[in-house]
């Protein structure tokens, strides 16, 4: 495991009254894309801000490298942030913008020339140093927005939404860019995004967070695959979220009907819900179905096909490349493997699931 | 046919409206003392404004009225232009609807008021009297123009400079002040040309043997018309008339860069 980096150690903030950050652990390693994830207003930029030094905490620490930031200023921390509308300074040229902080930490001129021609270099703009930022693209805008957070060799790179205005095909693009730029840079980033596409994409450690509390931490896998609550199911990806059963260990019962499963542990006859992928149900013939339905609405997506399909009382959500017409009836099964069981929400936070999305 | 229309419409109009200062603007180069005679073109009557000492001093009271107010009026305007920025919604709106009061206020009232203020304070009249009123009635017009600059600004700008190391006050001058300059230029240039242009409120707050050329023009016409009064009320015009045009220019300018 790779040192700790950042200790955000029990932080809690609130504006006008309002809760935004409730006593908030998480511990950043050296050299790790960590993303925080959620819908916005739940706290995730307010953590950002809080590590860049532009806002204070009204409770808890920031420990970095061992040492006590919470009150140190934004200009005196060892980390650099690129913000959301990528805050160029618009009245300087391009090369300019990427020197403004080694001016100010009065380098060489030789040695800032070199630094702004490896990151110019580095995110793919050589040649563009006496443009003015007006002249450049979004995307382009984005890139020097990273050079000139990153000339200045931070520790840890703090990453706004950086890619929410561009469109999608830059977007996949800027997201391979940034992970090709962490390995090269070998520092910790810490993204904050509400684009669960992005952080599975780009993270090794994905952060989910609503209304102020983190829901989940853990890998893209682990996050898709295991969601440990309702929240956490729905706010990643489609997903058919069902309360049910747990008739015993490695038998749960969902609408009444029995399904074999892996969980163990839960105790008998216990309420929970259960997450199923849509790319997990599988349609098969009525008499091979674990429960039967009709199809009730049908969209072609492109890589599958989507579907709705009423059976026992719930819409069932399926993802399948094989096409099956309006009307249809099909019978449904799911592989044991592929049913997550969840504790029903204990906590008031963990039951945002319908209001956010 | 309804495109020479068009022209020979906005034709008028200009005419109409420019027609009176131009007639002052030829008058003021006729030779003849006479009002609808031409006696040849001279430029005697500027010669004869330029020799007249109570005229030069009213035009340095003037200058130095227009210099001193405007820049006073820019620095206090754009100084509440950024603490305004950082006021709540509500506050905010009651502070925009204070200094714009001013503006809409008729200008006698404003004269008569200051005037009286002046003199319950024990204040004495003269050019001081005069720069403060001048001060009072410009920063209204700065803040009209830096205001949307200010609001144009990306507020993460200064973080971001912050953020990559610079003090409070280096992220301000470096990368929030260039960004208003425009925006402060222009409201420096329009505090001056209002200065410049300013009657009423000068004379209630002037004293006695103090001037500036507009109420010195003023007095010199009780007196009967004299053609001097052409020429210094036609370079009043030019004058004003440039100042304007800096103000409506410079800002697009910038943008082009």
């Known amino acids: 495991m790779p040192k700790e980096l950042i200790h955000l150690n029990n932080l809690s903030k609130s504006f006008d009254g309002q809760m935004v950050l409730d006593e908030l652990n998480l511990k950043i390693h050296e050299n790790e894309f960590v993303t925080l994830l959620g819908p916005s207003g739940c706290g995730k930029t307010t953590t950002l801000r809080i590590l860049g030094g532009f806002a204070v ?53 030789a040695y800032i020339q070199d630094k702004i021609k490896y990151a110019l270099k580095l995110v793919n703009l050589e040649g563009y140093g006496n443009r003015m930022p007006d002249s450049l693209s979004g995307g382009q805008q984005q890139r020097i927005a990273i050079a000139r957070a990153i000339v200045n060799e931070p520790k840890v790179l703090l990453l706004d939404e950086p890619l929410g205005a561009l469109d999608l095909k830059l977007r996949q693009e800027m997201q391979y860019e940034l992970i090709r730029m962490k390995n090269e840079l070998g520092i910790t980033f810490v993204y904050v995004t509400h684009d669960q596409e992005e952080a599975l994409t780009m993270s090794d450690t994905i952060v989910v967070m609503n209304q102020g509390y983190i829901q989940q931490i853990g890998s893209p896998e682990s996050i898709y695959n295991e969601p440990e609550n309702a929240f956490v199911a729905d706010f990643i990806g489609d997903s058919n979220i069902i309360p049910a059963t747990m008739v015993e260990d490695k038998l749960v019962s969902i609408l009444g009907f029995r399904f074999p499963c892996v969980d163990t542990g839960f105790g008998r006859n216990r309420p929970v819900d259960v997450v199923i992928r849509p790319e997990d149900v599988e349609l098969v013939a009525p008499s091979e179905g674990t429960l039967q339905g009709v199809v009730s609405h049908l969209i072609f997506k492109g890589v599958h096909y989507e579907m709705e399909v009423m059976a026992g009382g719930f819409e069932w959500l399926v993802h399948s490349t094989v096409l099956h017409p309006v009307g249809e009836e099909v019978g449904i099964r799911v592989d044991p493997f592929n049913i997550q069981i969840m504790n029903k929400p204990e906590s008031e936070d963990e039951e945002a699931v319908a209001i956010d999305i | 046919m309804t495109n020479a229309l068009k022209k020979i ?60 107010s405007a820049l006073a009026a820019t620095l206090i305007g754009t100084v509440a232009c950024i603490a305004m920025t950082g006021m709540k919604r509500r506050t905010k709106s009651i502070m925009m609807g204070i200094t714009n009061i001013p503006m809409l206020n008729a200008e006698i009232v404003t004269g008569i008021s200051l005037m009286l203020l002046y003199i319950s304070l024990g204040i004495k009249f003269g050019i001081g009297t005069i720069l403060l009123s001048h001060i009072t009635f410009n920063i209204p017009y700065v803040i009209l123009s830096v205001m949307p600059r200010m609001k144009q600004l990306n507020p993460s700008t200064y973080e971001a400079a912050l953020d990559l190391g610079a003090s409070h006050t280096t992220a301000f001058f470096k990368v929030v002040l260039p960004d208003l300059t425009p925006g402060i230029l222009s409201g420096f240039l329009m505090a001056f040309t209002m200065s410049l242009d300013d009657f009423i409120i000068t004379h209630f707050t002037k004293g006695i043997g103090v001037d500036t050329l507009s109420t010195k023009i003023y007095t010199e016409v009780k007196k009967g018309i004299k053609p001097e009064m052409y020429a210094l009320s036609t370079i009043i015009f030019v004058t004003v008339l440039a100042l304007l045009l800096l103000v409506n220019l410079s800002p697009e300018k910038k943008e082009q860069k």
């Open chain 1, 57 to 109: 905490p009204d409770a808890g620490q920031v420990i970095f490298d061992g040492k006590d930031i919470t009150h140190v200023p934004p200009n005196l921390r060892p980390l650099n942030t690129v913000f959301q509308k990528y805050a160029l300074f618009t009245h300087m040229t391009i090369a300019e913008n990427i020197a403004f902080g080694l001016k100010i930490k009065k380098k060489s001129k």
């Open chain 2, 9 to 68: 419409y906005i034709g008028l109009i200009i005419f109409f409206l420019y027609a009176p200062i131009g007639t002052l603007m030829v008058l003021s180069f006729n030779a003849s003392k006479a009002r609808t005679k031409w006696g040849g073109f001279t430029f005697k009557w500027y010669a004869a404004l330029f020799e007249n000492e109570e005229i030069l001093s009213a035009l340095f009271n003037t200058m130095l009225i227009a210099l001193l």
